[in-house]
């Protein structure tokens, strides 16, 4: 497993981590013992970088990853990020002193830990972005003790930019696939520039880069996939980053063909590592449901090189199916 420096926070992390919003909520059921093997199998696979978030099945999530590391023992070497913000409306005038000690607070006791390892600001609105109120209120809570570092997690690149700019801000988290190239345009050279560190969600386009779908793929009613399609219920570019089904399962087709023309990683595999190996990423936080999914994506951060024509071949999809919909959006 390759491992990297998640930014100012000078911890070295696995350059594969772990999503665990799919052991908490909104992809479906999954039971804590099987959330929990999910967890052991990313750790036993060199996994030591864990992101969840305090509203993941309304600290669930949390709650499942602060009994795991107590079972694995002192010494266990995996960071957690966590954020918050999302356990009230999105609204600048609730992003405050009183709401950030209470949302900590909270994660603190889930987790089980005195100190939070990385707190991100949960897609907060772009006025909390550019706030120095904000960067004011977490920059106390590092000195309180209560988190050891902080950095946000964006919608656009726009914010992500602003983000950086900060002096304090260890890291960004965006979305970054092959479906979704525009951190490469400034994000990331910027982010490189700062010694910030990028850890890159939805590696897999909610699935779509597997190549498993089709068009009479079923989703769970409690399932994102299903529900909010129509960016009802959060920001639309979280499901399937934002593209249209129908033309992500094309664009999912053509770069199942380009993976074929490597020697040994699946389809996901190639997608996962291709995103780990853009210069200045972090980590990569793909989810899981079962332990050999875990074992599989793991896996993904010992691929060799894949090498210039397979960058060519996905700027090309990209390039022509994606971009006039998405680069502009976000």
């Known amino acids: 497993m390759q491992t990297h420096i998640l930014g100012k926070t000078g911890r070295s992390v696995s350059g594969i981590g772990l999503g665990t919003w799919q052991l908490g909520a909104d992809w479906g059921d999954v039971p804590e013992h099987e959330a929990?093997?999910?967890?052991?199998?990313?750790?036993?696979?060199?996994?030591?970088?864990?992101?969840?978030?305090?509203?993941?099945?309304?600290?669930?999530?949390?709650?499942?990853?602060?009994?795991?590391?107590?079972?694995?023992?002192?010494?266990?070497?995996?960071?957690?990020?966590?954020?918050?913000?999302?356990?009230?409306?999105?609204?600048?005038?609730?992003y405050v002193m009183k709401n950030f000690r209470a949302w900590t607070d909270r994660s603190r006791k889930n987790l089980g830990v005195d100190t939070l390892d990385l707190v991100q600001l949960h897609c907060p609105p772009t006025a909390v972005v550019t706030s120095d109120a904000a960067y004011d209120a977490l920059d106390t809570l590092v000195e309180e003790g209560a988190i050891a570092n902080y950095g946000l997690s964006v919608e656009t690149c726009d914010q992500a930019l602003a983000a950086i700019a900060r002096p304090h801000v260890a890291t960004i988290q965006i979305i970054l696939n092959a479906f979704r190239l525009k951190p490469l345009d400034a994000v990331l050279p910027t982010a490189l520039e700062a010694g910030v560190g990028i850890i890159a969600r939805v590696p897999l386009a909610s699935g779509l880069l597997t190549g498993r779908y089709t068009a009479d793929t079923k989703f769970a009613a409690n399932d994102h996939r299903n529900y909010n399609r129509d960016g009802s219920h959060f920001d639309v570019g979280e499901t399937f980053s934002g593209v249209d089904y129908a033309v992500g399962l094309e664009a999912a087709g053509r770069f199942a063909q380009l993976a074929q023309s490597l020697d040994g990683p699946t389809t996901a595999q190639a997608a996962l590592a291709w995103v780990a190996q853009i210069d200045g990423v972090s980590s990569v936080i793909p989810g899981a449901r079962s332990t050999a999914q875990a074992a599989a994506n793991a896996a993904a951060g010992s691929v060799p090189s894949l090498g210039p024509d397979f960058n060519d071949g996905v700027r090309g999809i990209y390039d022509e199916l994606l971009r006039e919909s998405i680069h502009p959006r976000w």
Not at 38 to 63: I, K, M, N, P
């Open 36 to 94: 929990l093997a999910v967890l052991a199998a990313s750790a036993d696979s060199g996994v030591t970088f864990f992101d969840t978030a305090d509203v993941y099945g309304d600290g669930r999530s949390e709650q499942i990853i602060g009994r795991f590391l107590r079972e694995r023992g002192a010494g266990h070497g995996i960071t957690v990020a966590t954020k918050m913000g999302r356990r009230m409306d999105q609204i600048p005038e609730n």
